[in-house]
């Protein structure tokens, strides 16, 4: 993403946070990675100039009024993206965007303001022009000045409907902002779309976790032979992880592959298609599955030029 953006821009700023507001109480916040140190080190190999600033809040910097996982609970300021919010991801994790669009604009107004300097932890700019680099953070206050203004914004393809979320999100709040998607990466030895959560996988079950991908690319491949009616199009996918998940029980090993959902929706209002009928419409094949404890998720965008 971070070479994509590079193409686009002169300067590179990207943050690393946990966002808690995006986690209901029942989920992995305690446990989810955080490899700062790591991240750090795989933008320095990108090279000289490749990355300006790195924004490392705390959860103080971007919560003042204090954060609880709780919705009803929650005090200060949130956003909402109503009608793309609630399907889809949105069933299983009823306010994780809201958690998402919360964040999102909160960074957008933070470079927008100054180089990050409301922040208590602040921003580490990177000198990556030497063999060791130098990495300065700089605590609140800073001088106000220079001010910049981003004008351009890129997020992964792998979490699709968050990135029709923020486009949205940057539409109606009228950020002055170019939105870009990167292409999904993934794992080149067998499609797996890399996530954080991948390293949740034991032995057995990381070949097994392809599952969600092969039953997406199934039904692209039904679609592509002509099948119009939704039920044509899913159903090769369905059976994909219904052979898995039974060839799993059979393992008997204690953990199983469990279907969350498997959507075809509209790339525009994220609404279920039930005939897939227009040349050109285009349409987003989506889908979670559980692999064991680990719930993993994917898509394959069809017609649709992101």
């Given at each position: 993403m971070v070479t994509l953006a590079k193409q686009h821009t002169t300067h590179v700023a990207l943050s690393i946070f946990v966002n808690p507001a995006q986690f209901a109480p029942h989920e992995d916040l305690a446990q989810y990675p955080r490899t700062l140190p790591s991240d750090l080190k795989k933008l320095e190999s990108l090279g000289p100039g490749a990355v300006s600033a790195v924004l490392v809040p705390s959860v103080s910097d971007m919560y003042p009024s204090g954060i609880?996982?709780?919705?009803?609970?929650?005090?200060?300021?949130?956003?909402?993206?109503?009608?793309?919010?609630?399907?889809?991801?949105?069933?299983?994790?009823?306010?994780?965007?809201?958690?998402v669009a919360t964040v999102v604009s909160k960074l957008f107004n933070i470079v927008s303001w100054r180089p990050c300097g409301v922040l208590d932890h602040g921003v580490i700019w990177s000198d990556f022009s030497h063999s060791h680099s130098t990495h300065r953070t700089h605590p609140f206050p800073l001088d106000p000045q220079p001010q910049i203004q981003p004008d351009?914004?890129?997020?992964?393809?792998?979490?699709?409907?968050?990135?029709?979320?923020?486009?949205?999100?940057?539409?109606?709040?009228?950020?002055?902002?170019?939105?870009?998607?990167?292409?999904t990466a993934r794992d080149p030895t067998d499609g797996l779309a890399l996530s954080s959560r991948n390293r949740y996988l034991t032995a057995s079950q990381r070949p097994r976790a392809t599952v969600l991908y092969r039953a997406l690319s199934v039904a692209r491949a039904a679609?592509?032979?002509?099948?119009?009616?939704?039920?044509?199009?899913l159903a090769p996918a369905l059976a994909v992880v219904d052979e898995m998940a039974r060839e799993v029980r059979e393992l008997d090993e204690g953990w199983e592959v469990r279907l969350d959902y498997i959507s075809l929706a509209d790339?525009?209002?994220?609404?279920?298609?039930?005939?897939?009928?227009?040349?050109?419409?285009?349409?987003?094949?989506?889908?979670?599955?559980?692999?064991?404890?680990?719930?993993?998720?994917?898509?394959?965008?069809?017609?649709?030029?992101?």
């Open positions: 609880t996982l709780d919705v009803v609970e929650q005090r200060g300021t949130f956003v909402e993206i109503k009608g793309k919010s609630h399907q889809m991801e949105g069933i299983t994790r009823p306010g994780f965007f809201r958690g351009a914004a890129f997020f992964g393809q792998k979490d699709i409907q968050q990135c029709m979320v923020i486009r949205t999100l940057i539409r109606d709040l009228h950020f002055p902002l170019h939105f870009h998607i990167a292409p679609y592509d032979a002509g099948a119009r009616n939704r039920e044509e199009v790339p525009e209002t994220l609404e279920e298609v039930q005939e897939v009928v227009e040349e050109g419409s285009g349409f987003i094949l989506s889908g979670a599955v559980f692999v064991g404890g680990t719930r993993l998720i994917d898509n394959i965008v069809v017609g649709v030029e992101l």
